[in-house]
Each structure stands twice: as structure tokens, then as C-alpha cells.
């Protein structure tokens, strides 16, 4: 199965060498290396404050349906695809300069938003590779975008992030689905146990070589691009009483089919390359066109019913 070429050590060095446009070398380069690049000040703070402030809006708009929702101490949990709502949000990928000339020359092409996650405080997920859930074919062509839409330091769950540890040679994932679900057992997109037995795998091969992991805290506007292979987290919060708004967005070349874990442990399966879905074009770039929002992966909406004035 064929590697797109930022996995293949001498593609790596050529592309950078020769392909790569000027302003985004540095980038590129540090991205390759660590596995995830943090480019301070992406989006201005005027953007950030305003989306905040949007999102308070949508808050209050739709108080009824989101209150079955609300977490012990106060906060939402995570809210997928409001974008398809608020579609301002998009902002923080199409305005989002530096960020789309590192994903467009690492693709090859156009990069697009597939889905999104909104988060009002940190996520306090253990390490952990997305590539189970956004698995491509050809495979690994996906990214990571995160924006801190606030300040973000030890105490409100910074992202953590192994830094090298999507150099490590990727395990056998046909042997673990067998071990997990057993010989012959068909592979369910969703599968906990599976899941749980990769991601703590990759964890013990990373620490028995000796990487890192740390927290990346920054500053309002900052975006962090990681790696389909980087295993990254979000840190303990220390105050729960603070928020650590901030928005993910997973991003793939336009066009390209996303499967989950049936895919992702069945290596040498076939699956159709293209997407079923069709895009909305704002400013320039597009996003898919997916039919639901949902609230913590619990209650689905159209995105019209949520939609603001
Ligand atoms: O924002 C965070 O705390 C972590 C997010 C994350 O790990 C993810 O969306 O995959």
C-alpha cells in the first residue's frame, strides 16, 4: 500500500529540497521532524474573540437542546461538525495562510475539511493516533488542525503531543485486530477494545525508545498541525473551572473516502478511494458536505435546525 511521499525518507528529502516553495520550508521541515508544527498567531485575536463570542450565541440560541448535554462542572462537551451551523468557523482553515500551504504542498493538491470538533474546554484524552478513525486510501493522507480560540497553559489542558513518534514503524494491525477480536472476526468501525489496544501499543513502543511527551501550551490564535501518525492527547486540566475553547479540523484531499477502524486494521483490504459526499465552497476552499451536527457523538441535528440568523 503505497505511502504518500512525506512517509518515504528519500521522497522526504527531495520534496523539501527542491519541491518545496520557500515560505513553507521551515514549516514543513519542523513539521517532518516532531511530528506536528505550532504556528503562532494564524488567526488574529479579533477572529478568535468573535467566534467565542458566536458561540455564546449559539449557546444561548439552542439552550434547550443543548442542556441534556452539560458536563459535571459546567462546560459542553464536544461538539461535532458545528461548522455546518456556524459556518464562520471555517474561517480558521480557509484564512488560515500558513497552515494551508504546509497542508496543500504536503498533499500534493487541495486540501479540504472533512469534519470538525468543537471544544470548550480540554479534552483530557489520553495519547492516542487519529489514524483509526480517519483512515484514507491510499492511506495517511489526513491532518490534524487545531486553534486555540484562547489562551492556553498548564492549567486548562494544553495538547500534548509524543514529539518523533509518527517516525515509529507502524505495528501489525491485522495481528492485533486477531488477538482482540479473534481469528476471522469480522473488524467493526468502532471498535473500544481494539482502539484502546493499538493506542497503548504505540504508546509503549514510543517510551521504550526513549520520546518525549510534553504540553504545548499557547497563545490565543496559535494552530497546531499534527502528523496522521502523531500520537497526541489533551493534557489533565488543573482548573476545571477554566474553558480552553479551541477548534479541530480534520482535513484530507478533497475528495478522498474516510473510513474508521474496519479499514485501518485491514491493511491490504480494498476500499473505494472516493468520497461519496459533495462539498460547499466559502472563501475559496471547501468543506463536505455532511448531513449531520452532533452533540458528543450522542444527539444528531440537521445543520439547519441549528443554524443562527
Ligand atoms: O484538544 C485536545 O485536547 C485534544 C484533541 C485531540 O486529541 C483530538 O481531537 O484528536
Same mark, same amino acid.
Given at each position: 500500500m503505497s505511502?504518500?511521499?512525506?512517509?518515504?525518507?528519500?521522497?522526504?528529502?527531495?520534496?523539501?529540497?527542491?519541491?518545496?516553495?520557500?515560505?513553507v520550508?521551515?514549516?514543513?521541515?519542523?513539521?517532518?521532524?516532531?511530528?506536528?508544527?505550532?504556528?503562532?498567531?494564524?488567526?488574529?485575536?479579533?477572529?478568535?474573540?468573535?467566534?467565542?463570542?458566536?458561540?455564546?450565541?449559539?449557546?444561548r440560541v439552542h439552550a434547550d437542546k443543548l442542556a441534556p448535554f452539560r458536563l459535571a462542572d459546567g462546560h459542553w462537551p464536544r461538539?461535532?461538525?458545528?461548522?455546518?451551523?456556524?459556518?464562520?468557523?471555517?474561517?480558521?482553515?480557509?484564512?488560515?495562510?500558513?497552515?494551508?500551504?504546509?497542508?496543500?504542498?504536503l498533499l500534493g493538491g487541495e486540501t479540504c475539511l472533512y469534519t470538525s470538533l468543537f471544544y470548550e474546554r480540554g479534552s483530557a484524552q489520553p495519547?492516542?493516533?487519529?489514524?483509526?478513525?480517519?483512515?484514507?486510501?491510499?492511506?495517511?493522507?489526513y491532518f490534524g488542525v487545531w486553534v486555540a480560540l484562547e489562551d492556553v497553559d498548564e492549567d486548562n489542558g494544553p495538547l500534548m503531543v509524543m514529539e518523533g513518534g509518527h517516525l515509529l514503524p507502524e505495528l501489525d494491525r491485522a495481528a492485533i485486530a486477531r488477538?482482540?477480536?479473534?481469528? =476471522? $472476526? @469480522? %473488524?467493526?468501525p468502532d471498535s473500544m477494545p481494539l482502539f484502546d489496544t493499538y493506542q497503548k501499543r504505540v504508546v509503549e513502543q514510543g517510551r521504550a525508545l526513549g520520546l518525549k511527551v510534553y504540553n504545548v501550551p499557547v497563545r490565543k490564535g496559535t494552530t497546531i498541525i499534527w502528523h496522521p501518525q502523531l500520537?497526541?492527547? =489533551? $493534557? @489533565? %486540566?488543573?482548573?476545571?473551572?477554566?474553558?480552553?475553547?479551541?477548534?479541530?479540523?480534520?482535513?484530507?484531499p478533497e475528495g478522498a473516502a474516510v473510513y474508521h477502524?474496519?479499514?485501518?486494521?485491514?491493511?491490504?483490504?480494498?476500499?473505494?478511494?472516493?468520497?461519496?459526499?459533495?462539498?460547499?465552497?466559502?472563501? =475559496?476552499?471547501?468543506?463536505?458536505?455532511?448531513?449531520?451536527v452532533s452533540f458528543a457523538h450522542q444527539q444528531n441535528y440537521a445543520p439547519e435546525e441549528l443554524a443562527l440568523a
Open positions: 505511502l504518500p511521499w512525506f512517509m518515504q525518507p528519500d521522497a522526504r528529502e527531495v520534496a523539501l529540497s527542491r519541491l518545496c516553495p520557500p515560505g520550508r521551515p514549516i514543513a521541515n519542523e513539521f517532518l521532524q516532531k511530528g506536528f508544527i505550532a504556528i503562532p498567531g494564524s488567526v488574529s485575536d479579533a477572529i478568535c474573540d468573535h467566534l467565542v463570542e458566536r458561540f455564546r450565541t449559539f449557546e461538539l461535532v461538525n458545528i461548522h455546518l451551523s456556524m459556518p464562520e468557523l471555517f474561517d480558521l482553515f480557509s484564512q488560515n495562510r500558513q497552515a494551508i500551504a504546509l497542508q496543500d504542498f495519547l492516542h493516533r487519529d489514524t483509526p478513525y480517519f483512515c484514507t486510501r491510499p492511506e495517511y493522507r488477538e482482540v477480536l479473534g481469528e =476471522g $472476526a @469480522p %473488524i467493526p500520537p497526541h492527547g =489533551g $493534557a @489533565p %486540566i488543573r482548573d476545571l473551572k477554566r474553558t480552553r475553547f479551541s477548534f479541530v479540523m480534520h482535513t484530507t477502524q474496519h479499514a485501518f486494521f485491514a491493511p491490504e483490504k480494498h476500499f473505494p478511494e472516493h468520497a461519496p459526499w459533495k462539498y460547499i465552497s466559502r472563501d =475559496g476552499r471547501k468543506y463536505a458536505r455532511h448531513k449531520l
